[in-house]
C-alpha cells in the first residue's frame, strides 16, 4: 500500500497532470489541454491512483506536487 496525499488531486487532470481550477460546487471536470471529461471525483481517484503507480515504478512520488514536477521535468528532456 502507498500513501498519496490527496490535496489537490480535484484541481488537476488525471491524464495530463495540468492545473484545472474549479470551486467545490463544480462537480464535473472538463480538461482544456486533453480533452478529459468526467466526474470530478472520479478525475481524483484515478489521479490519486495514477500517483500511487508512479511510486511502485521507483520515483519518490506520492503528492500531485511532485508528480507535477516529475512531469514537468521529463517534459524538458523531450524537448528538442
Known amino acids: 500500500m502507498i500513501k498519496v496525499d490527496p490535496k489537490g488531486t ?6 495530463c497532470l495540468s492545473r484545472v481550477p474549479k470551486s467545490l460546487s463544480e462537480r464535473w471536470h472538463s ?21 500511487g503507480l508512479l511510486s ?12 507535477v514536477r516529475v512531469s514537468l521535468a521529463e517534459e524538458s528532456r523531450v524537448v528538442p
Open 10 to 15: 480535484s484541481q488537476h487532470c488525471w491524464e
Open 31 to 51: 480538461c482544456p489541454r486533453c480533452g478529459q471529461e468526467l466526474d470530478r471525483d472520479y478525475n481524483s481517484a484515478l489521479l490519486i491512483q495514477k500517483i
Open 56 to 67: 511502485t515504478q521507483g520515483e519518490d512520488i506520492t503528492s500531485v506536487k511532485t508528480a
